[in-house]
């Protein structure tokens, strides 16, 4: 069991170790959207010719966008919640 000194000095380590992981996984969540952006673009070989329902593009942006949102938004919650109770 450590000492309350020891967690005393890990705690700054802690807190910027979080902050640098919530950082990365909105940075995922917003390269998501250049990714998504990117498979629109492949569609356009169907302007001329039908080639399927283009329906499912909008599906996964829409599932990225609220899906990807919901998590980004547990994760911060759940750090914040983390990081508030080991402070008390």
Do not use: N
């Amino acid at each position: 069991m450590p000492t309350s000194d020891t967690t005393d000095r890990s705690r700054p380590a802690h807190i910027a170790s979080t902050l640098i992981l919530l950082v990365v996984h909105a940075g995922l969540f917003g390269a998501t959207f250049a990714l998504l952006g990117l498979l629109v673009m492949s569609t356009d070989a169907c302007a001329s010719v039908q080639c399927g329902d283009s329906a499912w593009i909008d599906r996964a942006m829409e599932l990225a966008t609220w899906g990807g949102g919901a998590v980004l938004l547990v994760d911060f919650a759940v750090a914040g919640y983390l990081l508030l109770r080991r402070k008390r």
